[in-house]
T-cell receptor, first 111, second 117 residues
Framework: GNSVTQMEGPVTLSEEAFLTINCTYT??????LFWYVQYPGEGLQLLLK?????DKGSNKGFEATYRKETTSFHLEKGSVQVSDSAVYFC??????????FGTGTSLTVIP | GAVVSQHPSRVICKSGTSVKIECRSL??????MFWYRQFPKQSLMLMAT?????????EQGVEKDKFLINHASLTLSTLTVTSAHPEDSSFYIC?????????????FGPGTRLTVL
């Protein structure tokens, strides 16, 4: 089956710290992988995605590399800002229809 | 800008009443829309897939008669929570797949927070 496991939060970091949020997946076939971000009181916004092995998705300083050998898609950012405080969801899609989401990781960045 | 909208953004209702939530694709026609439910501090769970002009496909465990979905046009899908109860209080999010793009691309609405008293 298809599933996504991501590290539990909450995560609290100081501004300019390095961020890693781990995400691993189980899937049949060759899924596409995504990171979505949800700011307080808002819906999900696509942060980045990768559609095949070894692809690197990047956006707003965030990066994640599709690692087929380790079935992982860890999210990283070299220097977080207060405005990055949000909940981050790892997700996969195998058919373009159904998305499978992780449980979300809450990030708080303090000045 | 936002390509999928939801209305209302928040709704509070009394137990036993029905609530309708609208999901609109603003600048494209969406043959398929999806409805998710998100409990506090939890992930999104797919409730159903809404197909224009046909019946929705519900996920296992989702009551069809309680969560009525209508996809009457290519830009509008509605979710009606019938005879709502406090346990239906949740954040409901819709998404739409944009034709012509990679089939994995979905756009999510801003969500509707339902509170049933």
């Amino acid at each position: 089956g298809n599933s996504v496991t991501q590290m539990e939060g909450p995560v609290t970091l100081s501004e300019e710290a390095f961020l890693t949020i781990n995400c691993t997946y189980t899937a049949t076939g060759y899924p596409s992988l995504f990171w979505y971000v949800q700011y307080p009181g808002e819906g999900l916004q696509l942060l980045l995605k990768a559609t095949k092995a070894d692809d690197k998705g990047s956006n707003k300083g965030f990066e994640a590399t599709y690692r087929k050998e380790t079935t992982s898609f860890h999210l990283e950012k070299g220097s977080v800002q207060v405005s990055d405080s949000a909940v981050y969801f790892c997700a996969l899609s195998n058919t373009g229809n159904q998305f499978y989401f992780g449980t979300g990781t809450s990030l708080t960045v303090i000045p | 800008g936002a390509v999928v909208s939801q209305h209302p953004s928040r709704v509070i209702c009394k137990s036993g009443t029905s609530v309708k939530i609208e999901c609109r694709s603003l600048d494209f026609q969406a043959t398929t829309m999806f409805w998710y439910r998100q409990f506090p501090k939890q992930s999104l769970m797919l409730m159903a897939t809404s197909n224009e002009g046909s019946k929705a496909t519900y996920e296992q465990g989702v009551e069809k008669d309680k969560f009525l979905i209508n996809h009457a046009s290519l830009t509008l899908s509605t979710l009606t929570v019938t005879s709502a109860h406090p346990e239906d209080s949740s954040f409901y999010i819709c998404s739409a797949r944009r034709p012509g793009q990679n089939t994995d691309t979905q756009y999510f609405g801003p969500g509707t927070r339902l509170t049933v008293l």
